[in-house]
């Protein structure tokens, strides 16, 4: 069964990149016909996606944060990394990375998928 888990710095400064990675097992990043997804869910909000990333390597971005975000993988550590720049205390949210059969895009649901058990990211001065 796939596991994944988040990590990161916990908390940033403001204007500064926020870094996670997910590792993951029990599966790999290059899997066909899933979607390796990054979400996240600022306090009292919904959740919300942030980008994910296809079997071919391809990434695709929330409009609303695509200016600001870059996915990748590591396909010899088997891991995803974010990072999302010049942040403001609005990014404050538990970021959870998931593998999903769909894209995020469509249909944001714990429900469905594997996920990590999220990570906190909290920006402040």
């Known amino acids: 069964q796939v596991q994944l888990q988040e990590s990161g710095p916990g908390l940033v400064k403001p204007s500064q990149t926020l870094s996670l990675t997910c590792t993951v097992s029990g599966g790999s990043v290059t899997t066909d016909y899933v979607y390796w997804a990054w979400l996240r869910q600022p306090p009292g909000k919904e959740l919300e996606w942030i980008g994910y990333?296809?079997?071919?390597?391809?990434?695709y971005y929330s409009p609303s944060l695509k200016s600001r975000t870059s996915m990748s993988r590591d396909t010899t550590k088997n891991l995803l990394t974010l990072d999302l720049s010049s942040v403001t205390p609005e990014d404050t949210a538990v970021y959870y990375c998931?593998?999903?059969?769909?894209?995020?895009?469509?249909?944001?649901?714990?429900?469905?998928?594997?996920w990590g058990q999220g990570t906190q990211g909290t920006v402040s001065s």
């Open positions: 990333i296809v079997p071919t390597g391809n990434t």
């Open positions: 998931a593998r999903l059969p769909h894209s995020p895009a469509v249909v944001v649901s714990q429900a469905i998928g594997d």
